[in-house]
């Protein structure tokens, strides 16, 4: 017991450091981005990138995990990201950014192997509150990294922002090292599913996993929509300056923004509403979800439920971004968002941990991860073509249409996990 806590606290660190370091970077690509004269479109492009990698990674990664532990794939993967945010701290142009998004993508599985490791060391009624952990981690990460991506950006540019987030990675590295026990299970080898796709095919057959993939998908698309192009939706309509006219010209803008202080501002007004999503979202995920979800003995099909009532609020804050009359409104919408994403993200990873064979769980959510990963692909570059072509409405509309399926999708998650629990119950 007392291991399982110190476990659990130390990938807590892990996952926060890791994710201060994300925050401090996703609000700030389209910023910079656009500063090397990339439009919408490619601004959403530069984020998908590092989607695109993760899909093809993160699956190997976890059937990796299976097989050799989850300490050596966590190391490996945050080394490949202290090389990625050196790359983008010395980046001085379009393509050296793109390789940096590229790099860190590769070795980007340290979110899943974190989740493995909460796996391995709680038991299925404590796996909510123990994902819920991570969740906290992610709240944290998610409100000191974009303020201080802000500041950073503000103070000292890219060097600064790729430098500080080298450093946090680089901290993780120790941390890991001397700091995290093997979890593995012996006798999870995970032979045989060494391929992507087979360990697709073997999550989505199963009933209540297949199910949350796809909503999984469906909503991380519609969320990275906005995240890829809220900075460019910022500069356009909500700096004190006035909006930024963007003279599109394809793949990059005929003219790009170089204003240093247009720049400065975007960099903090977009990291301080990120950084309200992330106090909203550590406070759900790290109190609210736990006490809500009820460890031991709770209801089967309240996950789903908590899901369902975090699509519908997703929705509703989707809907009201584009229609928000000033920068002051949109810190309560994206308090929406961010009630909405802390319900959802914990209460289908718990429901994918839950219904997973226990010696495939490695290769079950890194499949998990690979479909938030074809959202974060699709999303961003969908965001960045509907910006472009049809206004800044645009993503935002179909980004709540798609989340508004979703939570009639989640309905039906709502019967299908009460029905498997009540199986399980008469079976034992």
């Known amino acids: 017991m007392v291991r399982r806590a110190a476990s659990l606290r130390v990938v807590f660190g892990i996952v926060a450091l890791d994710l201060i370091g994300f925050g401090i970077l996703i609000p700030q690509l389209g910023v910079y981005g656009v500063r090397f004269g990339a439009s919408p479109f490619t601004v959403g492009l530069l984020i998908s990138v590092f989607s695109l990698m993760q899909l093809v990674s993160a699956p190997i990664l976890g059937r990796l995990s299976d097989r050799y532990g989850r300490r050596p794939v966590l190391l490996v993967s945050q080394v490949g990201s202290l090389l990625a945010y050196l790359l983008f701290a010395f980046a001085q142009s379009l393509p050296l950014l793109f390789l940096a998004r590229v790099i860190d993508g590769i070795s980007g599985g340290n979110i899943s192997t974190a989740q493995a490791v909460v796996a391995d060391i709680t038991t299925p009624k404590d796996r909510a509150r ?18 201080l991506g802000g500041f950073l950006g503000a103070w000292g540019g890219n060097l600064a922002i790729g430098l500080f987030a080298a450093g946090l990675v680089a901290i993780n590295l120790t941390g890991t090292y001397f700091y995290l026990p093997e979890t593995r299970v012996e006798g999870r080898p995970g032979e045989g599913h060494a391929r992507t796709l087979k360990g697709a095919r073997l999550a989505m057959s199963l009933p209540v996993v297949g199910r949350c993939l796809v909503l999984m998908l469906v909503f991380t698309t519609a969320f990275a929509q906005m995240e890829g192009t809220f900075s460019v939706y910022l500069l356009t309509r909500f700096l004190s300056s006035g909006p930024v006219p963007l003279q599109e010209g394809g ?7 170089t204003d240093l202080d247009v720049l ?17 979202s550590a406070a759900v995920q790290g109190g609210l979800v736990r006490r809500l979800t009820g460890g031991p003995g709770s209801a089967p099909g309240r996950e789903a439920l908590l ?18 009359p000033d920068y002051a409104w949109l810190f309560p919408v994206m308090g929406l968002l961010a009630v909405g994403s802390a319900l959802v993200t914990p209460c289908l990873s718990a429901l994918v941990s839950l219904h997973a064979p226990p010696e495939r769980l490695g290769a079950v959510l890194g499949a998990y991860q690979a479909f938030g990963s074809l959202g974060r692909i699709l999303g961003p570059a969908l965001g960045g073509w509907l910006f472009t072509r049809l206004g800044p409405a645009a993503p935002y509309g179909t ?26 119950e008469q079976r034992s």
């Open 251 to 257: 793949l990059f803008l005929r003219a790009a923004v």
């Open 307 to 324: 899901a369902t009532v975090g699509f519908g609020l997703t929705a509703a804050g989707l809907a009201l971004l584009p229609v928000a």
């Open 399 to 424: 980004a709540a249409s798609m989340v508004a399926m979703a939570g009639l999708l989640g309905l039906s998650l709502v019967a299908q996990t009460r029905m498997a629990g009540a199986g399980a």
């Open 130 to 147: 123990g994902m819920g952990v991570i969740g906290a981690a992610f709240g944290l990460g998610f409100v000191l990294g974009p303020a």
């Open 264 to 280: 400065r501002e975007a960099s903090l007004r977009s990291g301080w509403l990120f950084a309200a999503i992330g106090v909203i």
